[in-house]
C-alpha cells in the first residue's frame, strides 16, 4: 500500500478552497446543500485551514503576508462566534439571509482576491 504524504501546498491548497467555497454563491443553493456546506464540511475546513499553525506555515513560505493571515484569523474568529454566540443563526435560512453570515462570506471573499500565490490546484 502507498503512503500518502500531505505537503504543506497540499494543505494551502485546502485553505484556498476554504476561501472558494464560502461565498455569497451559498445562498443560491438548496438548504440541504447549505446545510452541508456550512454545518458539516466549512465547519471542519475553517477550524483546520485557518488555524494559527497552519496561517503561520503560510507566513513562512511567503504565501501569504500578515494582512491576509489578520484577516483569516477574524474569518475564523466570526465562524467560530456565530455558532457560540448566536446558535439561532446556525441553520441554512439564516446562512443566506442574515447580515453576520454576509459579512463573513464577504471577508472569505475579500481575503481570497487577496492571495498573491496559487499554485497549480489540479
Do not use: Q
Amino acid at each position: 500500500m502507498g503512503k500518502y504524504t500531505v505537503t504543506k501546498e497540499h494543505i494551502y491548497i485546502g485553505y484556498i478552497r476554504t476561501l472558494e467555497s464560502f461565498t455569497r454563491a451559498l445562498v443560491r443553493e438548496d438548504d440541504i446543500a447549505v446545510g452541508t456546506r456550512i454545518f458539516e464540511d466549512l465547519d471542519i475546513y475553517v477550524r483546520t485551514y485557518l488555524c494559527d499553525e497552519n496561517l503561520k506555515i503560510y507566513l513562512d513560505e511567503g504565501w501569504i503576508d500578515h494582512e491576509i493571515a489578520e484577516k483569516s484569523r477574524a474569518l475564523l474568529s466570526g465562524f467560530c462566534a456565530v455558532e457560540k454566540e448566536s446558535p439561532g443563526l446556525w441553520n441554512a435560512t439564516s446562512v443566506k439571509n442574515a447580515e453576520e453570515w454576509r459579512k463573513l462570506m464577504d471577508l472569505s471573499g475579500e481575503i481570497r482576491t487577496e492571495l498573491y500565490y496559487i499554485p497549480d490546484m489540479e
